[in-house]
Each structure stands twice: as C-alpha cells, then as structure tokens.
C-alpha cells in the first residue's frame, strides 16, 4: 500500500502534528478532570443527603439530566458545550490516556518486581496501545471510520481510568459507599455515551421512519437471499446470468476492480491468482503479472464495475491506480454494452452523493487480424 498506505493512515488517525497532539493531551486532562469533578460532586452529596443503596441510581438520572438541561440551555449562548460532554464522555485524546496508562502500569511492574495485577495492566495497556496507534488521532466510532475496530482496548483502558479517578474523587465515602459511586459513575457514562453517539431525536428518528439508503432490497441467489441496494438487486442477477452463458472454459471472464462475489454466484474462477485488484493490491510489476495470467486463461469478456474508491482517495480504476491492466484491456478489447446506471430503481430520497448508482461495463476481446498468405 506504498503511496495509497500512507494517504489513507494519515486521513484514519495516524499523526504526529504538535497541535494536534496538544490538543489531544488537553482534551484528555479535561476529560479526567470533570469525572474527578463529577466524583467529588457525587460523593458530597451522598454524605450530605445520606444516601442509602437504592438510592444511589437517582445519582445516575439525576447527573443525565442535568447534562442535557445543561447543555440544551447553554448551546445557544456557547456551541462547543454539546463537545465538552463529548470530551468528557469519550475525549478526542483517549489515546493519550491509553499511553499514560502504559507508562504508568510498565513503571509499577518494574518497581514492584512483575505484581500480576500491575503486570495484567502492562500488558493490556501494551496492547491497547499498539491496536490503537492506527487510528490515534480518529478514535471517535462514525459509521464511515475505522476507528470501531481499533479503539476497543484504548476504551476499555479509559474505564478503567475513569472508575479509579471517580474513586479518588470519592475518598471521603467509605469504602462500600466508594464502590457504589465508582458504578453509578460508570453507568452514567454508559448512558451519556449512548446519548454522544444515538442522539435521541436521531435515534428515535431512525427508529419511526428507517432510512431508505439501507440495504433493505432482496436479492434471491441459489446459496440464500441477500439484502442490498434496490439496483444491485436487479443488476447483479443480470449479470450472473450473462458469465454462465458467455463463459466456455470457467476461467475466461474477468471482473475488475473488485466484484469477487460475481466469480462465487456464477461458479466461475478469476483467470489470475488474483480476485480483485483495488488500490494497493498490486505494484506495477504484479499488474504485469495479472496481465499474463489474463492473457494465458484467455480471457474473452472484461467486465469493469465503478467502484467508488473515495476511500483512498484517488480517481478511480485505470486513472488513479492499475494503469497497466486498464491499458491492456483498452488495446485487446472492445466496450459492447454495459449494466445499470438504474437509478429510477432506487428511492427518491435517495443521497447520490453518498451512492453512486451500480454500474458494469462488459468488453469482449477483439477479433484477431490474420495474415493472409500469398
């Protein structure tokens, strides 16, 4: 992934810029300073009002209200109140905890001689650390992001964080009082989490009228259905039945970029070793090997879908990456028709700037000019 690697670890979190950084690490103390705040608060309050067990979840209800009116009647006089809560409940500089975590749990092992606590802490630090480095300044979850298959541990180490700065926030409680707080505490950010990442009228939005870009459109195959977009339900069968019928020796259809379910519904095989060949997948010399490969299984039918490759942040097939094979296909083939664009098939309401309607290209291998002899 040389060049494309490098544009794409940047844009999913992993930076090194001084501002960027500093402002993680303020974002961080901020963070551990509120439920330390927040802790001390709560811990006030049950030896004044002299809560009793039961009565600690009025702890949790009340801290969640609170927040809300806090922030329903302070966003219009400061917009950045609804990201305070957000920094709090899940700081931008999680990483940076997690890396103070690390340092802190290594430091204790090393002076008090490998304790198996400190030492179960080491290495779930070390861990959470080096998953978390490829998403460090990104960790927040989006539906776009990376970030949910990498900030598990770095959160899980922030609970952690959070539960022992609450406590410390608490020390004026016993130590049974302590530990109820410690899990109304984290109860609270539970909910408030749900809240920063399900806004409730998005939620309940969500839940009363579901979004119609979702895959929801049946497409009926001999292994079972499968749910996606209303077009692809229409074109993909279209298309499988046109390699069964063009196909002779299993092996001379080739789909590019990238469509490996097409070779599994058809029962075809990719004439090369490859089955897709997206941004990064191969370097110039595989891209010529992809093409003998081709070449030698006698490929008759290209098929080149439009896969959208925003991700990486390039032009797309044969303008931005694979040049060679693109190339290759122009000078041995000949465009003969082509699947979709069936946008009339889709909602109306549907984004197209976050969509692009399917499309495949069919090219078929031009006939060979032969010599006639004297």
């Keep these: 992934m040389r060049t494309i690697g490098r544009y794409r670890m940047e844009i999913e979190g992993m930076r090194f810029g001084l501002n960027e950084w500093t402002g993680a690490a303020f974002g961080a103390a901020m963070s551990i300073m509120l439920w330390f705040v927040i802790g001390y608060a709560n811990a006030l309050a049950i030896r004044k009002l002299g809560l009793h067990r039961l009565r600690y979840f009025l702890l949790v209800a009340s801290d969640i209200i609170v927040a809300l009116i806090v922030i329903k009647l302070g966003s219009p006089v400061w917009a950045g109140l609804p990201g305070l809560l957000g920094e709090m409940v899940f700081p931008k500089g999680i990483f940076v905890i997690g890396a103070a975590f690390t340092i802190s749990a290594i430091w204790k092992v090393w002076r008090l001689h490998g304790q198996p606590d400190h030492l ?26 990376l970030a949910v298959f990498f900030n598990g541990p770095v959160f899980i180490v922030f609970v952690i964080v959070v539960a022992r700065v609450v406590a410390s926030g608490g020390q004026s409680l016993d130590e049974q009082r302590r530990h109820l707080l410690v899990g109304c505490m984290l109860c609270t950010e539970a909910l408030l989490l749900i809240i920063v990442l399900f806004p409730p009228r998005e939620l309940l939005s969500a839940l009363l009228f579901p979004p119609r870009e979702v895959l929801n459109a049946q497409m009926k195959t001999e292994f079972g259905t499968i749910y996606t977009q209303a077009d692809r339900a229409v074109l993909f ?125 069919v090219y078929k291998k031009k006939a060979e000019n032969k010599e006639v002899g004297s």
């Design 120 to 145: 179960a802490e080491g290495v779930l630090g070390i861990y959470a650390v080096l998953v978390g480095m490829r998403v460090m300044m990104e960790m927040f979850p989006t539906s776009g992001g």
């Design 237 to 361: 069968p279209q298309i499988i039945s046109f390699m069964k019928t063009h196909a002779h020796t299993g092996k001379d259809i080739l789909v590019v970029p990238e469509a490996p379910s097409l070779y599994f519904f058809s029962g075809l095989q990719s004439p090369s070793r490859w089955y897709g060949v997206q941004p990064g997948v191969l370097d110039p010399k595989q891209e010529l090997t992809f093409i003998k490969e081709a070449d030698s299984a006698h490929v008759q039918y290209v098929l080149i879908c439009n896969r959208p490759v925003d991700e990486f942040g390039i032009a797309p097939f044969g303008i931005g990456y694979d040049q060679s094979i693109y190339k290759w296909i122009l000078a041995n083939y000949i465009k003969i028709s082509q699947f979709g664009p069936r946008a009339d098939l889709l909602p109306s309401d549907t984004n197209f700037e976050g969509y692009e309607p399917f499309v495949m290209e």
